[in-house]
């Protein structure tokens, strides 16, 4: 017997919505509808948060197995905010479950593969060059040029996500010099400030540390804490997803300072698993 080929076939690293689709029941006159959508069950998290249980999962049908992965009905039709997050996850990048993460999502790959060219010589993709010309560049108008430009592509993210948007908390991942000056720090100040979220600056409970390639999980299981216990939902902002352990390591720290709900945002990711 032939098997039927995946309707998607996840990333181990990252996976956007490959598509979606709204129907109206034939025959039904009232506001019911469904939503068929082809993508990583990361990205249902999102939805599924945000449709706040006004919806049934049901099964999908033979027919519907080959184009979809997941199949929700609306008795009362499809929140409009739930629309426009389908449709950003469509371009979002959504990160593989990690622990202590309700989910994460970073705007873009940081390279562009090339079947041409050797994984090294790659171009990066034009956020992962607003941070490399911010990380790496001395303090001048291009590092204050790309922090800003890519602080308003976050800003919009959050402004249109309608589960980042709600969250009244904005917290930072320490630098491993850890003296609050890093890029993806600085990134995050202004973003809270265009949000208006309470920016919270995570603290590094050793000081310094080693750069995050020589970094493992382990060792920064508890590094990091908040300066102060917090309430609701708290969003932990980075430039680089790399390992995940940072970003982990900081959404520890913010549900040990009672957030209950924690979502990781970052710019990049590297190709790297």
């Given amino acids: 017997m032939r098997l039927p080929i995946p309707a998607f076939w996840p990333d181990s690293r990252a996976n956007r919505i490959k598509k979606h689709f709204v129907v109206r029941i034939q025959g039904d006159t009232s506001a019911r509808r469904r939503l068929y959508i082809c993508g990583p069950e990361e990205a249902m998290v999102q939805i599924r948060l945000a449709s ?11 027919n519907r197995l080959a184009e979809f992965t997941h199949a929700l009905e609306y008795s009362h039709g499809i929140p409009a905010n739930v ?19 309700d989910f994460a999502v970073t705007l873009d ?13 790659w171009p990066n993709t034009p956020t992962a060059e607003l941070v490399r010309r911010g990380k790496y560049y001395q303090l001048d108008s291009q590092n204050l040029q790309a922090s800003q430009t890519l602080a308003l592509e976050l800003t919009d993210v959050i402004n ?3 589960l980042l948007a709600n969250a009244p908390i904005l917290a930072t991942v320490p630098g491993h010099k850890a003296d609050g000056k890093s890029f993806g720090e600085t990134v995050a100040k202004l973003v809270a400030k265009k949000t208006g979220k309470k920016l919270v600056l995570t603290e590094s409970i050793g000081g310094p540390r080693p750069q995050a390639k020589e970094e493992s999980g382990r060792e920064l299981e508890n590094a990091f804490k908040f300066p102060a216990p ?14 995940g352990t940072s970003l982990r390591a900081a959404a520890l720290a913010a549900r040990q ?10 710019a990049v990711r590297t190709m790297r698993r």
């Fill in 52 to 62: 706040v249980g006004n919806f049934v999962e049901f099964k999908l049908s033979d």
């Fill in 83 to 101: 629309l426009t997050l389908v449709e950003q996850l469509e371009s979002l990048l959504t990160l593989k479950s990690t622990k202590h993460l």
């Fill in 109 to 121: 790959w940081y390279k562009i593969p090339s079947d041409d060219q050797p994984a090294d010589q």
């Fill in 160 to 162: 249109a996500h309608p």
């Fill in 230 to 243: 917090v309430t609701g939902e708290a969003i932990i902002l980075d430039d680089v997803y790399r390992t």
């Fill in 257 to 266: 300072a009672g957030a209950h709900r924690v979502y990781g945002l970052t």
